[in-house]
């Protein structure tokens, strides 16, 4: 099943304690579509829709020096992605799988809108729009599914300290299910309270990998957004039993992620080492 | 399989955000024997070690106002426990297993020695013995089977971030395994490289269970090491499996002490209720 992604393709300059890499291609459409396209059949990304603006790409520079977990930026130059207002090609109409990843809710929602024939939809945002577009935010959480934020996020979003009650906050805004990302702890899938007749739906932990070495932790929200949303677009039927191999495989697409600076690893991975690490993180969660 | 625990017994008086207590039973040979309990046929806890001095028992006093994760400490009163010497009694010199609560590691060293029969020894630590007791500490370490520290006192002992790298430090120091209590992430038990011809045994991660309020944290990490260690002696046989098993327990009993003030909790479970989140665990974690 196709899906669409809206959000940010950019070139990124990244520091952190392994090295650094000038320039590299990031942004989160760009991570989403390679996690994702490993859970098609033929790894395809349709870049139909990728707009060529006049001027220069967005560009971003960071540095990951005294905490893998938290970003420094030194440089945002929005440029051409100022003035970016999605457009969604023909082609791209039909796809039943939307992701909105982290751009303004006015586009998210526009998005939305103009893809009425998508039965689900994810999303992503950051502090920035909890703080300042919170409204705007409000109104694309109330069309969404799934969304995909992390820990301070969760908290802000539900003026709450405590998760479990923060992310009942955020599930009575509207999604039907929320994924809190602790980074390297993993992440927790929570569920709004099952309709009458329905099946509840129970909270589920999926873990991060011990690593080594994290590389490079650029995207790797993302890259959990693609393996998350990839798998369960290519299930005939989306069961409880789905969400949870999501998350195993959201995970799996994260921790490959770090290894390498940017994109690097989500380039050259095969399926059968996604499924190998599939394999390791089920020991490392079951019991038998 | 009897456990020896030798560590505090103390009256605490906490404040948290769902209110305070005054002088609570407390200590950390108290949450753990009373978690470690449950394993026992019985119940049983043999207090003919409990050392009765002249003079006012331990104090502590703290809060957790901002942060549940992090204790503020606003009183600390050694009192009688300042010249505390364990002295095992001779019905205890046969106890198979032997749990070395924080306490100094002088005095830890001096009761391995004194149990030349513990098969199975497992010890707890924190930053002040490490960062200014590092030489018996690690005279310690090199007689422990397991050591269960949280993330910031490995990565404090072993002086490396990473946590799989500081975790492989940890162990070169001696300990065949290494627990690593992540507070309200769960757990993460490492093992040190397998001997020649036996079976190495895997990182296995537990989670904790998402509360939706954290009455008080007091003792969780006692209780983590009483359902951890009560749950391996009453084993006829430890397997890798019973070590994945110990997690879980471990994580049970964490997850109900933080439920109530003090031990009010620990005091009045029961083993069904134990069970029955032990398999919500399972749930929580499990792909099928």
Request: proline share 4%; hydrophobic share 45%.
């Given at each position: 099943?196709?899906?669409?992604v809206?959000?940010?393709v950019?070139?990124?300059?990244i520091e952190?304690p392994?090295?650094?890499?000038k320039?590299c291609?990031?942004?989160a459409?760009t ?8 859970f098609?059949?033929?790894r395809?990304?349709d870049?139909r829709?990728i ?8 560009f ?5 020096m ?11 130059d929005l ?14 109409a039909?796809?039943e799988f939307?992701?909105l990843a982290?751009?303004d ?12 024939k ?11 729009w909890i703080?300042d577009?919170?409204?705007a ?5 109330k069309?969404l ?10 908290r ?5 300290d405590?998760?479990?009650q923060?992310?009942?906050?955020v599930?009575?805004?509207g999604?039907?299910s929320?994924?809190v ?14 309709a ?9 932990r999926?873990?991060a990998l011990p690593l080594?070495e994290v590389v490079d932790?650029?995207?790797a929200?993302?890259s959990?957004a693609g ?7 290519a299930q005939?039927?989306i069961?409880?039993a789905?969400y949870?191999?999501?998350m195993f495989?959201?995970?799996?697409m ?16 095969s399926?059968?080492?996604?499924d190998?690490?599939f394999k390791?993180?089920?020991e490392?969660?079951?019991?038998d």
């Amino acid at each position: 099943m196709a899906i669409t992604v809206v959000g940010s393709v950019a070139f990124d300059s990244i520091e952190t304690p392994a090295g650094k890499r000038k320039r590299c291609l990031g942004g989160a459409a760009t991570y989403f579509s390679l996690a994702a396209s490993y859970f098609t059949k033929a790894r395809g990304i349709d870049m139909r829709g990728i707009e060529r603006a006049k001027g220069k790409s967005f560009f971003w520079e960071g540095s990951y020096m005294d905490d893998l977990n938290q970003a420094k930026t030194h440089i945002t130059d929005l440029n051409v992605f100022a003035a970016f207002e999605p457009k969604i090609p023909e082609v791209y109409a039909d796809s039943e799988f939307l992701f909105l990843a982290n751009i303004d809710p006015v586009l998210q929602r526009r998005v939305r809108e103009a893809m009425p024939k998508a039965r689900m939809v994810a999303g992503d945002t950051m502090n920035y729009w909890i703080k300042d577009h919170k409204p705007a935010l409000l109104e694309v959480l109330k069309e969404l599914d799934v969304l995909l934020i992390n820990d301070t996020e969760v908290r802000m979003l539900a003026g709450k300290d405590n998760l479990v009650q923060a992310a009942r906050a955020v599930l009575a805004m509207g999604p039907s299910s929320l994924v809190v990302k602790h980074g390297e702890y993993g992440a927790t899938l929570f569920h709004a309270a099952a309709a009458k007749g329905e099946q509840p739906k129970q909270t589920f932990r999926a873990p991060a990998l011990p690593l080594d070495e994290v590389v490079d932790p650029t995207g790797a929200g993302d890259s959990f957004a693609g393996g998350f949303f990839g798998y369960l677009a290519a299930q005939p039927e989306i069961t409880a039993a789905s969400y949870r191999n999501a998350m195993f495989y959201g995970s799996v697409m994260g921790s490959f992620a770090c290894e390498r600076f940017g994109t690097e690893r989500m380039q050259e991975l095969s399926r059968e080492e996604i499924d190998q690490r599939f394999k390791l993180f089920r020991e490392l969660t079951h019991l038998d």
